[in-house]
């Protein structure tokens, strides 16, 4: 039971493609993250965040502003490491999906609007690795080995 569970969590079928799509997309997430949890890269922090957030009726604004500050920052570095992927992607999917319709979709589609191009750009490049996994060059892979078990006949980086 285990070793299908570290199979489920850390194999995949993305090759060197989901390596191509985690880097840059989990670098833009951390950073993004980083602007709301510790105002850097010209944010605003968790207070400023957190008052904005309330402002457009997503309360506790300070809890909110830290759960998609964390979701952010800390699954974007996973991504770039290709630790814990799926997990990682889909709460960035997740956090993508909430962006899209709390903020973005009244504005319609393109981003000199502030609509949601970006936000839906990100949330499917991160649900595609939470359906792919990681791919080659990722932590997961070493995690599989270790606990996945030896010989378990499964692709690992497609």
Known sequence: MKNQFARTLFSSTGGYAA????????????AHGAQKLFGWF???????????????????????????????????LALVLGLLTRPAALVSAFTMLVAIFAVHIGNGLFMSNNGYEYALALF?????????????????????????GAGNGLRTDA
């Open 19 to 30: 390596l191509v799509l985690r880097v840059p997309v989990g670098l833009i997430l951390a």
């Open 42 to 76: 010209g944010g605003y922090g968790l207070e400023g965040t957190g008052q904005w957030l309330a402002s457009i009726g997503l309360a506790p604004g300070y809890l909110m502003a830290l759960l998609a500050g964390g979701a952010e920052f800390f699954g974007g």
């Open 124 to 148: 499917a490049v991160t649900l595609a690795l939470a359906v792919q996994g990681a791919g080659r060059f990722a932590l997961d892979k070493v995690l599989l080995e270790r606990f996945g």
